[in-house]
């Protein structure tokens, strides 16, 4: 195969959709649904419901908001075993009951098992968040981690 075969080849295994191989369990009618999933990117719809309202203007609680963003961040990385370490986020614009946010994550730069993510979301194209999510890919599930056992053991 040439060399510009080969290009040709992996610029279109990037844009090729993949499973969801992490948070299988989790409640996408909170968190959001999967509209596209390729490797290094994700895109969540989040339709927000009653269930999100904070008040009776119908603000969406932000911790909705948080949720949608950052299983986009983890479906961008898509490993099992991915954790959200730490995150920087900016709400811009608040949503009401009834918006559909569109959030799109965007691997950033990879270091061993780190991964950095950004992640913008958008309600009528009106930017609503955007957020640097930084995530580690452990060895084990994090709640099988040797670490979190001797922490245990010494609290007993």
């Known amino acids: 195969m ?3 075969e080969q290009s040709h080849t992996e610029a279109s295994n990037a844009h090729e959709e993949i499973q969801l ?17 390729q490797k290094g990117y994700a895109k969540i719809v989040l339709s927000t419901t009653e269930e999100m309202r904070a008040d009776e203007a119908g603000l969406v609680h932000g911790g909705f908001i948080f949720s949608a963003a950052d299983f986009a961040a983890m479906s961008a990385v898509n490993d099992k075993n991915v954790v959200l370490a730490a995150s920087t986020c900016q709400f811009l614009a608040p949503v009401r009951v009834g918006d559909s946010v569109i959030f799109e994550a965007q691997v950033r730069h990879k270091e061993g098992r780190k991964r950095n993510v950004h992640v913008k979301g958008y309600s009528s194209e009106i930017k609503v968040f955007e957020g640097e999510f930084k995530t580690v890919i452990t060895e084990h599930h994090v709640l099988n981690l040797s670490l979190l056992q001797n922490s245990e053991a010494l609290s007993d």
């Open 21 to 37: 191989q992490t948070h299988l369990k989790i409640n996408q009618a909170l968190s959001g649904d999967i509209e596209v999933l």
């Open 2 to 4: 040439s060399d510009e």
